[in-house]
């Protein structure tokens, strides 16, 4: 309280000593809470963001981020129909024309200003018909999964492709019959991956899905984009000299901005045309003209040694192996004029013309400069930001609190972890506070000559690493011996027996010698014999059970410690006044000992929770039925396949009951606090 | 299970003393062992104190100790992986832009005369300390222990100073004295855990950071149960704060500090988690300890037989240790104060 003394508190040399003070605590309590805020925030963000370390995520304040992070989930699943790797976010940049965007990191904020800050009736113009032209207008071929890449997203398609099934069919046994599947859980009835080259069969699963595409809103649906595979197709190679496409105001020709149609007729060189129809564009889209190529697929057919009369389809087979024969007579020999691309321009552009009578007409809607009708791209980037604008305010909401609440149901979902961890920490603590006590309790009241000895070996157990202990625990969970341990519970009966009635002509130490030596007789000889003989088993393993997670714990050798140096030093006059009244050991130490020591075993209550809470190495270790899995343990599991924020979330989550317990209890835990002096 | 070539699934073979043998003449294992004299040092040294401070500024100050004390109580209350995680993951960020560095890089950049005072602040702190130490030294009311400490202590801040001097004179004459005062600071972007010279530092700093708060308490505890009578009668005698500091507070502590210590040398001795997490004992087994040393050879190599072996030589090493540690627990008793009777 008082280096500093009370007299001259106003002094300037004083101030300034206490103004050092606030310095110090501060700086040391702003490291102290950095990490903290940075932890709670963290884990409101999602991949997107989860790397920037910001103490306050942009989105927060920012509805530039907010819109990157909305963006980055409303993509169309590219990796369902395209195996290539960089695809993060290849999509994005082709809508907004942005050839630096190849990771999330490289999607700067001003980069959608493009967007953000063009005239609102514009964009609402774009949006409204790409929403009318998805609902009404669009062949299902090109439509595709959209919200698909994060399975912790909250607009995970999964979920709702698993609501949509439960509201057509119901149960899960109704799904399994009519699919022919044994499906545990509703997330084992997969998405349908439509492949890239081949169309899937007609089975009750795909068309499901399928129906389920077509009935998601369109703001949910992404659609098929011939100018994305432009794009990585001719990402890497030099344009010809003659191309004229968009340029930036460097006047660089803007890579993401080349579109298909510029690829079609040919202004990028016949070379790259080909190499994209032979090998890069996607089957499922391809249409070849029957009558430009028919006599090229009757030569292919004789060269190849196949069935003549195999008749040449416009689009891709079903069949397998005719499929297969289709691709590749496309990636060899079919002639280049033939082949061609579908997509959903082909019916955008007509749709636009129903509804513009004129192109002036859709440039003075859309501010845009097009020429004709078929330049007209599909205004991705503005119908995502237009429906981003409809749902600000509760996306922001949604994002702050979805990973707490997916935490939430994890652990709810899987209820056996709560219950566990709480009868554990029940048990645990009901376990301190028998043993210990009961241990110190006899060594502070029956001064043996040993006891000292015995705290010795007691504290010994302290001086080895605790990894080290860790596999005897283990083995001996594994089978623990019940069979020694019931002896050494004779062994202490009988002692006690002929201690007791035998006092006048045994000493202590006779007595005990007797008794050790009849168990030790019996263990050696008689019970392995016994055991053997009838087929009983000597040992029983306590793995997944509250057994093993308790009895390493127990007693606890400084706890004891502790305790007896408390008890040494009450007063030796209240167990004398405690006997002149009659009262036995027991009561003594229920009535006297204990009520008198509440604060240390508030402590001990205080400790034995933490860790039963904390425990996790040897909970992993001997509880590996998920069924006993305890809280911790839960958590590592849980992170084990989740993302960084989620993580962050369930650990704040779990820091809660102990900074609970610490806010509530520190008086408690100040006041048990045991402070050695010298005597 | 020292004895045996332990298998886990059983068969296990009695080799007599060849674990023990085998755990000796490995040379690995004594440079470990020496390595774990320096992690020992350095966390002592630099995370000993740091509780003791802390605690004392949390009496001193006339507001805010509650908020304080929860607020340094934080890293206590999740695990301590998370803790060690985020300084891994998050400070110890080796790019310049990585937040320590940020800061250490940000020192570079303040202009030249706050930097010689901040220099010239920290030489002069120093200087006073190492005089406040000698003052001690030739105070004839210390009892000789004390002076032999006192002395120990400021000689070799003294020759600290002075190498330092000496080191700058050397580089650059008496001008590069001046030179290396008045001028910018000049850190170099840290590696931090990848840099084998300094990786033990960096692995302590997070544990003493948060273990400071939790280990804080039992001196606040400690520091309340001081009567507030021997303060007064040593502000009537004239004590200044030093005095106050040494003959006042450190004397009611000292059992508390000695078992306090010892025991931070034990758990010093025997840390290997959090080492484990922080860098694997690399790089180029640079921070890898005994206690490591056995987890690895225990779980990794399956050498239970010869990390047992290892565990028993360190607990005998340790024996020493312990044995004072049980000795002056049994000189002390235990009580404990109603602090918050005090408090008011």
């Given at each position: 309280m008082s280096l500093v003394s009370q007299v001259g508190r106003k002094s300037w040399g004083v101030r300034l000593l206490f103004g050092g003070m606030y310095a110090l605590l501060l700086l040391g309590a702003l490291t102290m809470v950095y990490p903290f805020l940075l932890m709670v925030t963290m884990s409101t963000t999602n991949r997107a963001d989860c790397q920037e370390f910001r103490i306050i995520?942009?989105?927060?304040?920012?509805?530039?981020?907010?819109?990157?992070?909305?963006?980055?989930?409303?993509?169309?699943?590219?990796?369902?129909?395209?195996?290539?790797?960089?695809?993060?976010?290849?999509?994005?940049?082709?809508?907004?024309?942005?050839?630096?965007?190849?990771?999330?990191?490289?999607?700067?904020?001003?980069?959608?200003?493009?967007?953000?800050?063009?005239?609102?009736?514009?964009?609402?113009?774009?949006?409204?018909?790409?929403w009318d032209f998805i609902r009404n207008a669009c062949p299902a071929e090109f439509k595709m999964p959209a919200f698909i890449v994060d399975s912790d997203s909250m607009f995970f398609i999964q979920d709702d492709y698993v609501s949509f099934l439960k509201g057509k069919y119901g149960s899960l046994e109704e799904v399994n019959r009519v699919y022919g599947d044994n499906a545990a859980t509703w997330d084992e009835i997969g998405m349908v991956i439509e492949p890239a080259h081949r169309a899937l069969a007609d089975t009750p699963r795909v068309r499901d899905w399928r129906g389920f595409i077509e009935k998601r809103a369109p703001e949910r649906t992404g659609l098929f984009d011939a100018d994305m595979l432009v794009y990585v197709a001719t990402r890497g190679l030099s344009l010809p000299s003659g191309y004229n496409g968009s340029r930036d105001k460097n006047g660089i020709i803007v890579r993401s901005l080349i579109t298909y149609d510029d690829l079609a007729t040919g202004k990028l060189g016949t070379n790259v045309l080909m190499k994209f129809m032979r090998s890069q564009a996607l089957g499922r889209y391809l249409s070849v003209d029957i009558v430009k190529a028919e006599s090229a697929w009757k030569d292919y057919l004789r060269v190849n040694k196949c069935d003549e009369q195999m008749p040449l389809k416009e689009r891709v087979p079903q069949d397998e192996y005719l499929a297969g024969r289709w691709n590749h007579f496309i990636a060899t020999v079919c002639p280049l004029e033939a082949i061609s691309m579908r997509r959903p321009e082909d019916a955008w552009r007509p749709f636009l013309a129903g509804r513009y009578k004129s192109i002036e007409d859709l440039n003075k809607a859309w501010g845009s400069d097009y020429r004709a009708f078929n330049e007209v791209r599909l205004p991705y980037a503005a119908f995502h930001y237009d429906v981003f604008l409809g749902i600000k305010k509760e996306l922001r909401r949604s994002y702050l609190v979805h990973n707490f609440k997916t935490v939430f149901n994890f652990i709810a979902i899987h209820g056996s972890a709560l219950r566990v961890t709480v009868i554990y920490i029940i048990l645990l603590i009901a376990g301190t506070l028998t043993i210990n006590p009961l241990a110190a309790y006899a060594m502070s009241r029956f001064r043996l000559q040993e006891s000292h000895h015995i705290l010795l070996f007691l504290l010994a157990t302290m001086a080895f690493p605790g990894e080290v202990l860790m596999i005897p625990n283990f083995l001996q969970i594994k089978s623990f011996p019940i069979g020694a341990f019931g002896l050494v519970l004779a062994a202490m009966l009988l002692f006690y027996f002929l201690f007791r009635s035998l006092r006048r002509r045994l000493s202590l130490l006779l007595s005990a010698t007797v008794a050790l030596v009849l168990v030790g007789c019996l263990a050696g000889w008689f019970v392995p014999r016994l055991a053997e003989h009838f087929q009983i088993n000597t040992s029983v393993t306590l793995m997944n059970t509250f057994w093993a997670l308790v009895l390493p714990g127990l007693a606890n050798g400084y706890g004891i410690f502790l305790l007896k140096g408390f008890f040494d030093s009450l007063p030796p006059e209240l167990y004398e006044a405690g006997l002149i009244d009659g009262a036995s050991e027991m009561r003594m130490f229920w009535q006297i000992t204990i009520p008198l020591c509440k604060p240390i075993m508030a402590v001990m209550v205080l400790g034995a929770f933490g860790a039963a809470y904390g425990a996790f190495m040897h909970a992993f270790l001997i509880c590996q039925d998920p069924q006993m899995w305890t809280l911790m343990v839960f958590l590592y599991e849980f992170q084990q396949n989740h993302s960084v924020s989620l993580v962050m979330a369930s650990l704040v989550m779990a820091a809660v009951p102990t900074l609970l317990v610490f806010v509530f209890c520190q008086n408690i835990i100040l006041r048990g606090i045991v402070i050695p002096t010298f005597k | 299970m020292a004895f045996q070539d332990f298998k886990i699934l059983g068969g296990s073979d009695y080799v007599g003393l060849r674990n023990f043998v085998e755990a000796v003449s490995e040379l690995k294992f004594w440079i470990y062992l020496l390595q774990t004299f320096e992690y020992v040092c350095i966390s002592i040294g630099l995370g000993f104190l740091m509780p003791i401070i802390l605690a004392v500024l949390l009496t001193e100050i006339p507001k805010g100790k509650i908020l304080f004390r929860m607020i340094y109580y934080l890293p206590a209350v999740t695990t301590g992986l998370v803790t060690l995680f985020l300084w891994k993951n998050l400070l110890y960020d080796s790019q310049p832009g990585g937040v320590l560095n940020a800061l250490l890089l940000g020192f570079n950049a303040l202009p030249v005369l706050v930097a010689a005072g901040l220099k010239i602040v920290f030489f002069l702190a120093a200087c006073a300390l190492i005089a406040g130490l000698i003052y001690q030294t030739v105070h004839p009311w210390m009892q000789p222990r004390g002076r032999i400490i006192c002395g120990l202590i400021a000689a070799a801040g003294l020759t600290g100073l002075l190498a330092l001097l000496a080191y700058l004179a050397r580089a650059g004459g008496l001008p590069g004295i001046t030179g290396a005062f008045i001028s910018k600071f000049d850190f170099a972007a840290q590696q931090f855990l990848r840099d084998p010279k300094l990786v033990m530092l960096w692995i302590v700093v997070p544990t003493i950071w948060a273990g400071a708060g939790p280990g804080c308490l039992i001196y606040l505890a400690a520091l309340k149960g001081i009567p507030e009578e021997q303060y007064e009668a040593a502000d009537l005698d004239g004590a200044g704060l030093w005095n106050k500091v040494m003959h006042v507070m450190v004397p009611n502590l000292k059992a508390l500090i000695i078992i306090n210590f010892v025991g931070a040398v034990i758990a010093g001795f025997k840390a290997s988690g959090n080492i484990f997490v922080m860098t694997g004992g690399g790089p180029e087994d640079a921070s890898m300890t005994t206690g490591l040393y056995i987890w690895y050879n225990a779980f990794m190599f399956l050498n239970f037989g010869v990390a047992t072996a290892m565990a028993w030589i360190m607990g005998a090493l340790l024996l020493g240790f312990t044995l004072t540690q049980l000795r002056i627990l049994n000189k002390l008793q235990f009580r404990n104060v109603d602090v918050e009777n005090k408090t008011k």
């Open positions: 995520p942009r989105y927060w304040l920012d509805d530039g981020a907010l819109f990157k992070k909305y963006l980055l989930e409303a993509m169309p699943s590219w990796s369902q129909i395209h195996a290539q790797a960089d695809l993060t976010v290849t999509p994005l940049a082709t809508w907004f024309g942005m050839d630096h965007w190849f990771t999330t990191f490289d999607i700067k904020i001003s980069d959608l200003d493009s967007i953000i800050k063009m005239p609102r009736e514009n964009c609402r113009a774009r949006a409204r018909d790409l | -």
